[in-house]
């Protein structure tokens, strides 16, 4: 069975660069301040060794790359994946400096990671290798400075191994005070409610006012996910809610549809249990290709970056393409998609769920709050709902595409601060 396509021989970064300088064009950006918004800050590699539960040593290689921090403290997840790289890291922390423009938070952009399979690793070496990066990393993270949070393969577990290996190196007396040196942490070690669902629900908050705009009826709608993980499945299962329904999914261990609808929630729970979708007994299983041309109303892409092509964007048959996933379209598919008039909500702005609830986690901890699920999922409403529409009215205004309008809200907002402050020294 053919699974999900990871090209990588594209380099995201250059993306994030081709889009910024489109933006930059429109709006006339000042040319001192592109120069220092193409370029990032910090960038952060570390070898680290970490003893296996059989005694062997091994050498990891680890990123935390940080592009830019005018509005606040960086801000970015933290991913283990094979395909982990700089210039995948650099594109990520830049996205990141562009959703906090784009939906007004007080953060900056950044984004780490380590090169390798999790799956490959037990537990217990899973938990060394975290807190080894974690102190390899040093004052390179702090909750003032550099916030990390959960991103591909990493979740509120690993979180917690970081924050508590991060305040074994802090006197005793500051560590209460520290807690919020990363976000996306299980409840119970001073989490949020609604974290975990946060990606997701800004992506269905998102569909729901791109449904609005269009006289569009969700209910009876039907929608495609590709990934299946943290942001997929909530997205599916919160869609299931308005009563729209799923027709196929595409995750790494293959792809699978059922025209008369799969039922998001036990899936969820199958993949759980069992790790990926393949196999479900209550679909069919299908190959790249024909997931990529279901007949449907809206395409969630919330796996890796550069699945929609030149080679793929001809193959959607879909009215929306709500992206869950960072760069999941290339400019090659930003194009046809435009020339074929399918909705595009750009990552920047529909994956912000996340980071905005990240700094309501972070607010929580500073200070020594706990707010219920109702306000949470309220004021994440509010957030992205007002980016939704400032996005729209700049996409109108200089009559151009939503991707490139999510860059000129972002640019705009920066661009104010820069000159406001001015450039030391």
């Excluded at 305040?167 to 975990?196: A, C, M, W, Y």
Aim: glycine share 8%; charged share 25%; aromatic share 8%.
């Amino acid at each position: 069975m053919t699974t999900l396509v990871k090209k990588q021989k594209r380099n995201v970064y250059d993306n994030v660069i081709r889009q910024f300088n489109k933006a930059a064009d429109i709006i006339g950006l000042d040319d001192s301040i592109s120069k220092i918004l193409r370029s990032t800050n910090n960038e952060i590699t570390v070898h680290f060794p970490v003893k296996m539960d059989d005694g062997r040593i091994e050498i990891f290689t680890g990123y935390r790359v940080q592009h830019n921090n005018t509005l606040g403290p960086y801000k970015g997840g933290l991913r283990f994946h094979p395909n982990v790289e700089l210039n995948e890291v650099r594109a990520l922390a830049t996205w990141m400096t562009w959703k906090s423009a784009i939906t007004d938070i007080p953060f900056g952009g950044s984004k780490g990671g380590i090169q390798i399979d999790p799956g490959k690793y037990s537990i217990t070496e899973l938990e060394r290798i975290t807190r080894r990066f974690t102190y390899a990393l040093g004052n390179n993270i702090g909750p003032d400075y550099d916030i990390p949070a959960p991103d591909v393969n990493t979740n509120g577990q690993i979180m917690a191994w970081l924050l508590d290996t991060y305040l074994s190196t802090i006197p005793p007396q500051e560590r209460q005070g520290n807690i919020h040196v990363v976000t996306g942490k299980p409840v119970e070690s001073g989490g949020s409610l609604g974290r975990d669902k946060a990606t997701g629900q800004g992506v269905v908050f998102c569909i729901q006012e791109w449904a609005k705009d269009n006289d569009f009826d969700l209910k009876g709608a039907t929608y495609i996910v590709q990934g299946f993980g943290k942001v997929g499945s909530w997205a599916a299962r919160l869609m299931k809610e308005l009563g729209a329904k799923l027709v196929a999914v595409e995750d790494v261990t293959g792809a699978i549809a059922n025209p008369d609808g799969i039922d998001a929630d036990d899936l969820a729970s199958y993949v759980k249990d069992l790790g990926g979708s393949a196999g479900y007994l209550h679909s069919e299983p299908i190959n790249h290709v024909e997931f990529m041309q279901t007949h449907c109303d809206i395409f969630i892409p919330a796996a890796l970056e550069n699945q929609i092509t030149a080679e793929t964007a001809p193959y959607l048959n879909v009215k929306l393409v709500a992206e869950g996933a960072n760069g999941p379209t290339d400019p090659d598919g930003d194009s046809i998609l435009a020339d074929r008039d399918i909705a595009l909500i750009p990552d920047i702005l529909c994956n912000s769920g996340g980071v905005i609830v990240s700094y309501f986690e972070w607010l929580q901890n500073k200070h020594s709050e706990y707010w219920e699920l109702d306000e949470v999922d309220c004021k994440l409403k509010k957030k992205i709902v007002k980016a939704y529409s400032h996005v729209r009215e700049v996409a109108e205004e200089y009559h151009t595409d939503w991707r490139t309008a999510a860059y000129i809200v972002a640019l705009m907002r920066l661009e104010i601060v820069y000159k406001e402050r001015g450039i030391f020294p």
